[in-house]
């Protein structure tokens, strides 16, 4: 695939013309790809190493099988979920990327407006511009949460922590599994540097991080604490006594441990430790409506979405990223009424299946329709 652009688009396309443009996920992702460069792409796609665990990510999911029900009166089915105290559409939230500026010139900005155009989550990066002033400025009525990459001592930590509520997230995250910076072999093989590589001050206090730090926030302040990138019921139930509300099971998309699990063979170990004492997030590979509903019926709250995102805003802006919502809100409400429930509520792991994959793992396993496209991948 030859490079077509040197910059990420700045404009978004019309409201009006978007839903006749993308009538499938898989086109947002053939149409960011039109838009990148290939630094850019191969920043997305890419894992750490062997990209074992990004691949782990697919496989995980796409080894579970649904188990229906019929007969079961499904003419009103509803998407929706409270959590933070907000209706959302959709258990979904826009989970951190670094450098969403790589994407689109508006950055996290205009993720937010989406988000609260269409109403889900939103978890803005310590590594994405504008900041966190800017973008609760630009998304007011979302649902915000920040998260922090540790940069500094523990003065550093709590004025992120005291602006964040100021400004009136809803929670407030520490990313936990990024001690080392892994090597990321496609930008490594090119001599590319990305934005959030360039940003390595004080990279040494995340490598330092530990309990105490968890504890200095639960004892300080009151804002629900999320930690992300939980792996182990060892560590779920260490997070529990220091009163951890959310625990975020994620391998940062494949990007840092390889040879790690897939989140969601991660994701019934948690479920089991945590027994009902905290909300559970996860994210790992989820492109798909059905995803959102495996993880659901998992025993997961939340389901985090990465790769996709950057996709829907490079394809198109502000309105790429809430058409992109849109299909899945779709995919969503088919998939539950097919499964024979009205609600999330109603799904348990009796609606899952181990099953063999169809499709080799990757990261776009979950669009194998990009293969009749005239772009390869």
């Avoid at 086109?27 to 039109?34: G, P, Q, S, T, Y």
């Avoid at 170990?269 to 905290?278: C, D, H, K, S, Y």
């Avoid at 919502?325 to 348990?348: P, Y």
Wanted: glycine letters at 8%; one cysteine or more.
């Amino acid at each position: 695939m030859q490079d077509t652009s040197t910059t990420p688009p700045t404009g978004d396309v019309e409201i009006s013309g978007v839903a006749d443009e993308f009538q499938n996920l898989h086109e947002l992702v053939r149409k960011a790809r039109v838009n990148l460069d290939q630094n850019a792409w191969d920043y997305i796609i890419g894992g750490t190493e062997t990209e074992t665990t990004l691949r782990r990510n697919r496989m995980a999911l796409d080894e579970i099988a649904f188990r229906p029900r019929v007969l079961r009166n499904v003419a009103d089915v509803d998407t929706s979920v409270t959590l933070f105290g907000r209706k959302l559409r959709l258990p979904v939230m826009l989970a951190p990327v670094g450098s969403l500026e790589t994407f689109h010139s508006g950055a996290a900005a205009t993720v937010v407006r989406a988000v609260g155009r269409f109403g889900v989550a939103h978890m803005l990066s310590s590594v994405s511009e504008p900041g966190l002033e800017q973008v609760a400025d630009a998304g007011p009525d979302a649902l915000r949460i920040y998260q922090l990459y540790v940069r500094g001592d523990d003065a550093y930590v709590e004025d992120h922590v005291a602006r964040a509520i100021a400004r009136g997230y809803s929670a407030f995250c520490l990313t936990v599994d990024t001690t080392h910076y892994s090597r990321r072999e496609r930008d490594l093989a090119k001599r590319h540097v990305t934005s959030g590589r360039s940003r390595v001050s004080g990279r040494s206090f995340q490598a330092a991080l530990d309990w105490r730090t968890v504890k200095l926030i639960k004892d300080k302040y009151k804002i629900p604490l999320i930690l992300k990138g939980i792996a182990t019921a060892e560590d779920t139930a260490i997070a529990l006594d220091h009163g951890v509300e959310w625990i975020y099971v994620s391998n940062h998309g494949g990007r840092q441990l390889d040879h790690g699990r897939g989140a969601m063979q991660v994701l019934p170990e948690i479920v089991r430790a945590v027994a009902g004492r905290a909300k559970i997030m996860v994210d790992g590979s989820f492109c798909r409506g059905t995803d959102i509903v495996k993880a659901i019926a998992a025993g997961a709250d939340l389901v985090g979405l990465g790769r996709l995102q950057c996709w829907a805003l490079a394809a198109a802006g502000e309105a790429g990223v809430v058409r992109m919502l849109e299909l899945l809100e779709d995919e969503v409400q088919r998939c539950l009424g097919l499964l024979g429930v009205n609600t999330f509520a109603e799904l348990d792991g009796s609606y899952l299946h181990a099953a063999t994959a169809t499709n080799a793992p990757s990261v776009f396993s979950a669009f194998p329709l990009l293969e009749i496209e005239p772009y390869r991948y």
